[in-house]
């Protein structure tokens, strides 16, 4: 069994005359110590995943349909107490920026010993123990100097190897991460991406991260998820999907990366923008923006505007493309610099 497990989720937010669909019959599993990354633009619907897997999410979204299970417990039926048990306890949370997770106005160390006395029966100065060997754990230089200071004096890198500590606090199962190091720069990025994967691997907890950047998801994760207008295009072994992506919107996301390109070569961008999840055109959603949707003769291929695809295996990849396989076997594909 899965550590979780999620069944053909369904979310919605309301509208006064219509609905939102944000997340579309989503299915995934993570198994123990797994590395899982959530790949898309904005607005593809991956933190809303996220967030409703704890049901976290911000009103008045609301699931839809489809399940959640957490070592075989159903999560979308539990009464909000029985859920804060498990957030912070066993699933833990790292938010984009760490200065706005933290609290001004507490030093580190009263942070991070209320955050353990809210979840377990501890003395003050065995959550102090505890909290201290985190921040050592976590790599944070003068970590009893640290622990006296206040969010405002360290860096934004240290802000988020302390937000780390602090996930790690409970000795979670999971963790999820929503872009954990869009808001640092690129080598402290790379320092939280080591970090991150040192720690998941030792104690073998999971970890689910979402991010836009193909490059991040790259080097963290083992098993990839991307996500166009609320559904999953393609799925599969990170390694295997960023070495030969499948579905045209993936190797898209992979032309626009910088190391893919050669010096001095444009960066080759997927035209257009990713719909509104209000508006998602019928058929496979990314057809305004693919240009396979014409045959090499520039005959509309009328499925792609008119049925949504769905998941078949393609590569080493699940990959929700009506014409995947002829693709790969008879349209080379270019670059389209712009
Ligand atoms: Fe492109 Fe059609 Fe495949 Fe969608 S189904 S990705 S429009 S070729």
Redesign the pocket.
């Known amino acids: 069994m899965a550590l979780l497990e999620v069944d053909h989720l369904d979310i919605r937010f309301p509208l006064r005359h219509d609905e939102i669909r944000a997340v579309r019959d989503v299915s995934f599993a993570l198994e123990r110590g797994e590395r899982l990354g959530i790949v898309g633009e904005s607005g593809a619907g991956k933190s809303v995943l996220a967030f409703s897997l704890l049901k976290l999410l911000s009103r008045p979204g609301y699931i839809a349909g489809g399940r959640v299970r957490f070592e075989g417990r159903e999560l979308t039926t539990l009464s909000d107490r029985q859920l804060r048990r498990i957030r912070g306890n066993r699933v833990a949370m790292i938010f984009q920026d760490p200065l706005t997770t933290l609290n001004p106005a507490l030093t580190i160390g009263r942070q991070m010993i209320e955050s353990l006395k809210a979840h377990r029966r501890i003395s003050e100065r065995r959550a102090r123990a505890i909290a201290l060997h985190k921040l050592r754990q976590v790599q944070v230089s003068s970590p009893e100097q640290r622990f006296e200071q206040y969010p405002h004096q360290l860096s934004g890198g240290l802000c988020q190897r302390v937000v780390i500590a602090i996930a790690l606090l409970l000795d979670p199962d999971i963790i999820i991460a929503d872009e954990p190091t869009t808001a640092l720069d690129v080598t402290i990025q790379a320092e939280i991406i080591a970090l991150l994967t040192q720690l998941c691997d030792k104690h073998n907890v999971g970890l689910i991260v979402i991010s836009h950047e193909l490059g991040v998801i790259g080097q963290l994760t083992q098993r990839l998820l991307v996500m166009y207008a609320g559904r999953i295009v393609e799925q599969g072994p990170t390694r295997e999907i960023i070495n030969d992506a499948q ?3 993936t190797q898209g996301l992979i032309n626009a990366l910088p190391q893919m390109t050669l010096p001095r070569q444009r960066l080759a961008q997927i035209p257009g923008n990713m719909p509104s999840l209000a508006r998602v055109p019928d058929g ?1 959603a ?2 305004p923006r ?1 240009r ?2 014409f045959t090499p003769q520039g005959r509309l ?1 009328q ?2 505007v008119e049925r949504v ?1 769905e998941a078949v295996s393609s590569g080493g990849s699940r990959v929700a ?4 396989r002829e ?1 790969i076997t008879t349209v080379p594909i270019e670059e389209e610099a712009i």
């Open positions: 579905h045209p919107y496979c990314f057809h693919c396979y949707r291929r499925a792609c695809p493309c009506h014409w995947v693709l």
